[in-house]
């Protein structure tokens, strides 16, 4: 379910950024980025260019068929606009040629692969979200929504994201594994690993800031506390230490 921020007397009302969170049934907390206006608006009319593309060639051919390709073409053609999204969405991972492009998907509320329920309902509820007209009501939803929901995605309890590409682990930096002088939380020890992963993207000057934080605990001064940490960090991820 949805993990809620804590309340607080001074928390806004409105959401600070445009992450949503979820605590996963072990207890994982997994963040998703909602998709907003613009680019689902960019791959709805991906996916409307190319129904159009195929009811066209469709037509084409059933016309040599006279009467009964016209008859053939319409529960085609009907098909297409209700089930083209529906089919994407189940069978390719919450995903449509348009949202494929856009790197976008469709998950539920608590991040797990979109349904055929929920994927019926999110789209059948589309032709409310059409009216009056030009996606109006679709549009006023997504802008109010913190989420970006329209309300077929309210009522479906589903969310369009970003799709997170798994890229490769940053390499940890040369250094010799060493042991933690003390105790280290969970949380401790991801940001250890996190500093070491990431401090090639971080200036000098702000590398030995974030580790002079550590001098103290770590026994050792500003200038060595940055290697000491690589070094735990290595000891951390399974490197024999020496």
Request: glycine share 10%; aromatic share 8%.
């Amino acid at each position: 379910m949805p993990a809620t921020r804590p309340d607080h007397a001074d928390t806004p009302s409105f959401p600070l950024d445009t992450r949503y969170q979820v605590e996963t049934p072990e207890g994982i907390d997994l963040v998703l980025r909602p998709a907003g206006v613009l680019p689902r608006a960019l791959a709805y009319a991906i996916d409307l260019g190319l129904r159009g593309v195929i009811m066209l060639i469709l037509f084409v051919v059933l016309a040599l068929l006279g009467q009964f390709g016209f008859g053939l073409g319409l529960i085609l053609m009907f098909l297409l606009n209700w089930w083209y999204m529906v089919l994407f969405e189940v069978l390719n991972q919450g995903r449509s040629p348009g949202k494929h492009i856009m790197g976008l998907r469709v998950v539920h509320d608590d991040g797990t692969p979109i349904g055929w329920a929920s994927s019926l309902v999110r789209n059948l509820l589309r032709v409310v979200d059409l009216l009056p007209f030009g996606y109006c009501v679709g549009l006023v939803s997504s802008l109010l929504h913190p989420a970006f929901k329209r309300l077929g995605d309210i009522a479906a309890g589903s969310l369009v994201v970003y799709r997170e590409d798994r890229g490769e682990r940053p390499a940890l930096p040369e250094a010799t594994a060493e042991r933690a002088p003390f105790s280290l939380t969970l949380a401790d020890q991801r940001a250890l690993i996190g500093f070491a992963e990431r401090q090639a993207s971080l200036s000098p000057a702000r590398r030995t800031e974030l580790a002079a934080l550590l001098t103290e605990p770590l026994g050792t001064s500003a200038e060595q506390a940055q290697a000491r940490i690589n070094g735990i960090a290595r000891g951390l991820m399974g490197t024999e230490t020496t």
